[in-house]
């Protein structure tokens, strides 16, 4: 299973650079990540190289954040197979509360990062289905 981190950022100017240095300065990769935003606070999500460490030093540097668990899902880069995908998730009656790209650096092939409720569930489901989890 995947860990995401999730930073909770006042809705301000240099707040991703903020972001992005304190995990330069610990040699942190972001390897896929998706931003939402309010008037005035905004949540980073993100899957990095090592997400504990990343936690820490984000927690360190005056940011609130947390750990949650995600599912990757590795896909071929085809035309229509996210949608094959969310119609798998959809036909299990499975609810997708976001979702991002990123991508397997050692194969190239692209992974679909999703939040779901039951992630252990959702897991079992889509791998009967034939996906390669991560």
Known sequence: ???????FA????????KITGVLRSEDINILGSVTNDSAEYGIVRMVVS?????????????????LTEVVGVELMDEVGNLNQLLQALSESNINVNYLYLSFNRETGMPIMVF???DIMEVK???ERKGYTVL
């Open 124 to 126: 079992a489901c889509i």
């Open 50 to 66: 090592n997400p504990a460490a990343a936690v820490d030093a984000l927690t360190q540097a005056g940011l609130l954040c947390h």
């Open 10 to 17: 006042e809705n301000q100017r240099g707040m991703m650079e």
């Open 115 to 117: 939040h779901s409720e």
């Open 1 to 7: 299973m995947m860990q995401q981190v999730s930073v």
